[in-house]
T-cell receptor, first 112, second 113 residues
Framework: RKEVEQDPGPFNVPEGATVAFNCTYS??????FFWYRQDCRKEPKLLMS???SGNEDGRFTAQLNRASQYISLLIRDSKLSDSATYLC?????????????FGSGTRLQVQP | DGGITQSPKYLFRKEGQNVTLSCEQN?????MYWYRQDPGQGLRLIYY???????QKGDIAEGYSVSREKKESFPLTVTSAQKNPTAFYLC????????????FGPGTRLTVL
C-alpha cells in the first residue's frame, strides 16, 4: 500500500465549477500535511498547508480528517490557470525519515 | 535573487556513462534533497542531506551517489548501475530537515540513449 494515495484523474471541469480532491495517508503518526501544485514539466510549489481545523486561502480550502486519515482540497470558481497537478504531501513524525512524502498527484484540467 | 538552480535543463547521455547533475542554492538552507519523477508518477526520494558533510539514502538510492562538501551545493551522480536513469530529476532545499516547506529547482531532464 502506498503511503500517500491520490486519484490520478484527470478531473475535467468547466470554468467556474467547484472541484474537490481527496488524499489518503497510511501512517497514523503523520504530523503535517500540505498541498503542492505542479504545472506541466515544471517544479512543484507549495500551494497551502493543511491545518487540523481546516483553512482557507481565497478560492482554496483544505481540510484534514485524522480519524479517517485523509486530507482534501476544494477549489471554488475554477479558473483556466488552475489547470495543473496537485500533489498531496505528508510529513511523518517519529521516524528516521527526515523528508516529506509526496503523493503521485491529481491532474486538474479546467476547460473554457 | 535567492533560489535553487539546476543545470543543465536537458541532458543526454549514452548508456553506461556516469553523469553528474548540478544543484546550487543561495537560500542558506541546511537541508537539500534529490527526487526523481517519472511520467504520471509522484516524486521519489533518492538522497537527502540535513547538513554539510552528511547525507542519507532515500527510497531509491541504488545506482546514485551524492556529496555535500559545501552548504550551497548538492550534486547527484547517476552511475551506470542505475537501470532506468531516464527521468526528470528535481533538487530541493529547506531551512531544516524535516521542514514545513521545500523549495524546488527547475529540474533536469535526463535521457539515456
Amino acid at each position: 500500500r502506498k503511503e500517500v494515495e491520490q486519484d490520478p484523474g484527470p478531473f475535467n471541469v468547466p470554468e467556474g465549477a467547484t472541484v474537490a480532491f481527496n488524499c489518503t495517508y497510511s501512517n497514523s503518526a503523520s504530523q503535517s500535511f500540505f498541498w503542492y501544485r505542479q504545472d506541466c514539466r515544471k517544479e512543484p510549489k507549495l500551494l497551502m498547508s493543511v491545518y487540523s481545523s481546516g483553512n482557507e486561502d481565497g478560492r482554496f480550502t483544505a481540510q484534514l480528517n485524522r480519524a479517517s486519515q485523509y486530507i482534501s482540497l476544494l477549489i471554488r470558481d475554477s479558473k483556466l490557470s488552475d489547470s495543473a497537478t496537485y500533489l498531496c504531501v505528508v510529513k511523518e513524525r517519529y521516524t528516521g525519515r527526515r523528508a516529506l512524502t509526496f503523493g503521485s498527484g491529481t491532474r486538474l484540467q479546467v476547460q473554457p | 535573487d535567492g533560489g535553487i538552480t539546476q543545470s543543465p535543463k536537458y541532458l543526454f547521455r549514452k548508456e553506461g556513462q556516469n553523469v553528474t547533475l548540478s544543484c546550487e542554492q543561495n537560500l542558506n538552507h541546511d537541508a537539500m534533497y534529490w527526487y526523481r519523477q517519472d511520467p504520471g508518477q509522484g516524486l521519489r526520494l533518492i538522497y537527502y542531506s540535513q547538513i554539510v558533510n552528511d547525507f542519507q539514502k532515500g527510497d531509491i538510492a541504488e545506482g546514485y551517489s551524492v556529496s555535500r562538501e559545501k552548504k550551497e551545493s548538492f550534486p547527484l551522480t547517476v552511475t551506470s548501475a542505475q537501470k532506468n536513469p531516464t527521468a526528470f530529476y528535481l533538487c530541493a532545499s529547506s531551512a531544516t530537515a524535516p521542514s514545513t516547506e521545500q523549495f524546488f529547482g527547475p529540474g533536469t531532464r535526463l535521457t539515456v540513449l
